[in-house]
């Protein structure tokens, strides 16, 4: 199983600032279909399933406001919220979608400092 | 736009079978180009894929849960299903279904997901 390892558990912001998620996979995740890393977000508010808004390691999910970006290779990825809202507080997962079975991190729960 | 609602108790008891439905809408569960994945998470806890099925009818089961999995599809009417057998109090979790497009592999979109807790 490739284990997905996320930092931190948890991060307070201020609003209008930059917050960082970190995702490392055990292994190598690129896709030699399309040569594009098999990685995806998710935004989980509470009592809501998860929303994707990332995919393919920076794809932004349609309708996801531009200040959410994801970034990385390899064994190591970001997702990065440029300025912090309100509207932001979540849990945030990676999953790896490159071989199954399909896992997630652990999540990294983002609150307003 | 698919659509999906997990439907079953939300009670069982230890060492039982755990039933759950999940019915979808806004496309046929047999057009294809999709495929239907289950997904459990504890109270306060990640995220656990269990498996998956095609509308042909094959099916992909995380390891860890492998020889307890039973997911199945019901075309006629819409819908897949879940049953977990011999559970205990570790498989208390909101059940999630999930659509995954062909070729995708991230799980959009999602039902509202349902509670099951395993006590006697």
């Known amino acids: 199983d490739i284990v997905m390892t996320q930092s931190p558990d948890s991060l307070a912001v201020s609003l209008g600032e930059r917050a960082t998620i970190n995702c490392r996979p055990s292994?190598?995740?690129?896709?030699?279909?399309?040569?594009?890393?098999?990685l995806a977000w998710y935004q989980q508010k509470p009592g809501q399933p998860p929303k994707v808004v990332i995919y393919?390691?920076?794809t932004r999910e349609s309708g996801v406001p531009d200040r959410f970006s994801g970034s990385g290779s390899g064994t190591d990825f970001t997702l990065t919220i440029s300025s912090l809202q309100a509207e932001d507080v979540a849990v945030y997962y990676c999953?790896?979608?490159?071989?199954?079975?399909?896992?997630f991190g652990g999540g990294t729960r983002v609150e307003i400092k | 736009q698919v659509q999906l609602q997990e439907s079953g108790p939300g009670l069982v008891k230890p060492s039982q079978t755990l039933s759950l439905t999940c019915s979808v809408s806004?496309?046929?569960?047999?057009?294809?180009?999709?495929?239907w994945t289950w997904i459990r998470q504890p109270a306060g806890k990640g995220l656990e894929w269990i498996g998956r099925?095609?509308?042909?009818?094959?099916?992909n089961y995380n390891p860890s849960l492998k020889s307890r999995i039973t997911i199945s599809i019901d075309t006629s009417r819409n819908r897949f299903s879940l049953d977990l057998s011999s559970v205990t109090a570790a498989d208390t979790a909101v059940y999630f279904c999930?659509?995954?497009?062909?070729?995708?592999?991230?799980?959009?979109?999602w039902g509202q997901g349902t509670l099951v807790t395993v006590s006697s």
């Open positions: 099925i095609y509308a042909s009818g094959i099916t």
């Open positions: 999953q790896q979608y490159y071989s199954s079975p399909l896992t």
């Open positions: 292994q190598s995740i690129l896709s030699s279909s399309n040569n594009q890393d098999s």
């Open positions: 806004g496309d046929s569960i047999n057009s294809g180009g999709y495929y």
């Open positions: 999930s659509a995954v497009k062909e070729g995708a592999n991230w799980f959009d979109p």
């Open positions: 393919w390691a920076s």
